[in-house]
């Protein structure tokens, strides 16, 4: 893609590909704090401890493990993440009905170290989908205080310390987008609560609205292609370049058939990467 792959100073980023479900994970820390916090995004059960094994080669500790919704083609990795990480604290939207250590709401941020991730709520593929913007913290933190070492917890929406981040002040600047938006696509919206309309205007309101340089990472590519950027999908998404009810017609016929693993992955996500959840519930619903 056209989008180039710089990454900020002081950040350590990894892409790294699943490929049964074709899902991207991602590793972010810190370098330069101190015991180099970082955070997993959309790691996957099949692959959890090659995940493990990269953070301790690059001396990172892992302090969250993010979900950007709640997974129907594969099971996450959180649950046995923070079986194998101690102190490891696992994370998803509260609209998602899922369970996490940590549920979080449009606004919120994720702190590790100097940089953050921002929650911006990007329902439509599901009811609970949510983008991570990476933020840099702005303020001044003394060395050697839980927030320099990573160890805090999640800043609220409208809380004093969240104004402690920005985005304009990173060199580049990246969103994680799961399956709101794709390279050249999106996520389908026919099942789990779904809803093509919502999906258009989340899109359009909190992740084409970024600045054009923005490089977008989604959860899933089928082509090999890694990251694109909120002015290529703005000329050239298929789909979001539509107005509304053109996009809400190319959704509805679609006609996909259901995630293979949908019975299996969804039942667990929704219980933290608990594969031993019996509760059907969400599939019944």
Known sequence: ????????????????????????????????????????????????????????ELDVTLRFALNTHAHADHITGTGLLKKRVPGIRSVISAASGAGADVLVDHGDVIPFGRFGLQVRATPGHTKGCITFVLVERVATVAAGTAEADGQDSVWREGSVDVEGFAFDKLVTRMAFTGDALLIRGCGRTDFQEGDASQLYRSV??????????????????????????????????????????????????LGLPPPKKLKDALPANMADGNVEAQNNTFLAA
């Open 1 to 56: 893609m056209g989008a180039a792959r710089f990454v900020p100073p002081r950040l350590l980023f990894r892409q790294l590909f699943e490929k049964e479900s074709s899902t991207y994970t991602f590793l972010l820390a810190d370098e330069t704090a101190p015991n180099r916090p970082g955070v997993l995004i959309d790691p996957v059960d099949l692959t959890f401890d090659r995940d493990v094994r990269l953070a301790e």
């Open 204 to 253: 359009h309101s909190q992740i084409l609205s970024l600045p054009p340089d923005t490089l977008l990472y989604p959860a899933h590519d089928y082509q090999g292609r890694t990251v694109t950027s909120v002015e290529e999908e703005r000329k050239y998404n298929p789909r979001l370049t539509k107005n509304e009810e053109q996009f809400k017609a190319i959704m509805d016929g």
